[in-house]
């Protein structure tokens, strides 16, 4: 099975709205971590955010959030007013406690002037 | 945020040839490093682990033979792919492990040719 799954392979938002990228994870695991990385067409992967599994507030960072969902396991990355220089490839990953990080597969966002 | 430097950030090369990817982290120490390799349109695919002083642990159908690794300091950690060849092409990333929530940051890739 997936450990992390991203069903949308591709989003288009319109300048300056908000979007809602999603992300699934699977662990039975008790202690992990959750992280978003934007990647553009340069390549680089850029790290967003960072979510434990204890912590008790979601995260934020600036225009992004994390809408952790603990029971449903989800860990969704909402980016508000979003911006042209947005456009770019979005990897969900996670930590299960001391092991690697695994990746999603990626959903590409596109913004819409 | 972190800096983690790659180099080279374009290589390309003859089959046959060795060629070797340098990864630093510039403003913090990292025990461990991932080299990543991404191929189009596609996720990044973990090859290694490296952990500073130590054999890298590689991952299920990486060639520990043909993809050296060596993390001789708390800042630098090397990818060598030897023999290099066409298969080989594609862009390998590293990322380093910093602080306690243990977020790995990038370097920018290298994009490997080899004809």
């Known amino acids: 099975a997936q450990k992390i799954t991203q069903t949308q392979p591709g989003m288009f938002v319109q300048e300056k709205e908000a979007v809602t990228l999603d992300c699934t994870y699977d662990?039975?695991?008790?202690?992990?971590?959750l992280f978003w990385y934007k990647q553009p067409s340069s390549g680089e992967m850029i790290f967003l955010i960072y979510q434990g599994s204890y912590d008790q507030q979601n995260a934020t960072e600036g225009r992004y959030s994390l809408n952790f969902q603990k029971a449903r396991k989800s860990a969704n990355l909402v980016i508000s007013a979003s911006q042209l220089g947005d456009s770019a490839m979005y990897f969900c990953a996670m930590r299960e406690g001391y092991q690697k990080v695994t990746f999603g597969i990626g959903t590409k966002l596109q913004v819409i002037p | 945020g972190a800096v983690v430097s790659q180099h080279p950030s374009r290589v390309i090369c003859k089959s046959g040839t060795s060629v070797k990817i340098e990864c630093r982290s510039l403003d913090f120490q990292a025990t461990t490093m991932f080299w990543y390799r991404q191929f189009p349109k596609q996720s990044l695919m973990l090859m290694a682990t490296s952990n500073e002083g130590s054999k890298a642990t590689y991952e299920q159908g990486v060639e520990k033979d043909k993809f050296l690794i060596n993390h001789a300091s708390l800042t630098l950690s090397t990818l060598t792919v030897t023999s290099a060849h066409p298969e080989d092409s594609s862009f390998y990333i590293c990322?380093?492990?910093?602080?306690?929530?243990?977020?790995?940051?990038f370097g920018p890739g290298t994009r490997l040719l080899v004809l």
């Open positions: 662990t039975s695991d008790p202690s992990y971590g």
């Open positions: 990322s380093a492990l910093r602080g306690a929530a243990e977020t790995q940051y």
